[in-house]
Structure formats: C-alpha cells, structure tokens
C-alpha cells in the first residue's frame, strides 16, 4: 500500500512537472551532441565581445545580451566547462532574431461535423472557445541560436534554439525575461556531455 501511493505520489509529480514545463511557452530544438562529445573538450570562450549600452537604449538586445552569457557561463560551469580565452578549445556565440509563427486551431474548436446525419451539439464550451482563441492569430517570437564551434576547425559542433512565444509584445519586462532566459539555458543546455 506504502508503495503503490508512493508510486502514485512520484507520478503526480512527474506529470507536474511535464504540464509545467509545457506551459512556459519555451521551446528547446538541440541538435545531436555526438560531434560535441567526441571534441573532449574543456575551455571554452565567447566568440564575440559583449554589448556595451552606451545610450542607455531599452532595446531588447542590449537588455538580454549580459542576462544571456551570465546563464550560460552558469551552466556551462555546472558541467565543468571553464572559462579561459587562452586555452579555449570552443567558442560560444547566439544569434537572436524575432520570429512570428501562425497560430493552431484546435481540432476541438469546433463543434460542426462532416457527417449529415450527426447533429451537432450547438452548445458552446466557453474552454474550447478560449483554447481556439489562444492557439488561433499569429504569435510573436524570441529566438535564440546557441552556436558552439570548434575553435582549431571553425566548424559548428553544436547547436540548439531556444524560442519563446512573446506574451506583450509592446513592454519589455525585465524580471520575466530573466526567468525565461534562466529556464531556457537551463534546459537548452542540459544535453551536453559534462567536461572530460
């Protein structure tokens, strides 16, 4: 008995966490990280410098560029990776652009049939409705692109996107973006082998 609710406890939790994860609107498509491993490498540095705000601009490159490689050096050191320009056998560098992706309809949006002989419940579901709301337009888009190349070849030997469906497009809000980025380093890099 102990057992079997200790089973269904564990479960509850791992479902959770997947309808959580779910709904952060982050998406993560890495490549395969066989090229990367078998590079056995250690050091690593950024590609490009970072961005200097001279103008105090609120423009979202600049706000994102220091949150960025703070998360990945972060969780790039959790593996084991250091830091150190001179003996750097990989080098990081993203790419962000802003994207714009056509929405879903729900299959379950609508109630009308193809069957003539099926009568259709003509009664609305106020969820279904929202949902078909929600999936339907066109959705904003942060994309990010963490490229790692092999720094003696110049060759990509990795990569993985992060995108993000922007929630307002009009207003910047810092705190969110800080969370989104944090989770979505965190789980962009979380197929890479740790450091030999």
């Not at 990280?33 to 490159?61: C, I, Q």
């Not at 750097?88 to 609508?110: K, W």
């Not at 070849?153 to 973006?177: R, S």
Request: glycine letters at 4%; proline letters at 4%.
């Amino acid at each position: 008995m102990r057992t079997s609710m200790r089973t269904s406890h564990s479960l509850l939790l791992f479902i959770l966490t997947l309808a959580l994860a779910a709904c952060s609107g982050i998406e993560i498509q890495p490549t395969e990280t066989d090229t990367f491993a078998a590079g056995h490498y250690k050091y690593y540095t950024w590609r490009s410098e970072p961005l200097v705000n001279t103008t105090n601009s609120r423009d979202t490159m600049y706000i994102m560029d220091p949150i960025l490689r703070r998360d990945v050096d972060r969780e790039l050191e959790k593996k084991g990776y250091v830091l150190d320009p001179e003996r750097a056998q990989f080098s990081v560098d993203y790419i962000y652009a802003q994207g714009l992706r056509m929405g879903e309809r729900s299959e379950l949006a609508t109630n009308i049939t193809t069957y003539p002989s099926v009568n259709p419940n003509r009664q609305q579901n106020q969820a279904v409705v929202d949902n078909a709301y929600a999936l339907g337009g066109i959705k904003e888009t942060n994309n990010i692109a963490l490229q790692f190349n092999d720094m003696e070849t110049k060759q990509e030997v990795w990569q993985v996107i992060i995108t993000k469906i922007v929630e307002n497009v009009n207003k910047v809000d810092v705190a969110e973006m800080k969370e989104s980025l944090r989770e979505g380093v965190r789980r962009a890099l979380e197929p890479l082998p740790a450091a030999k």
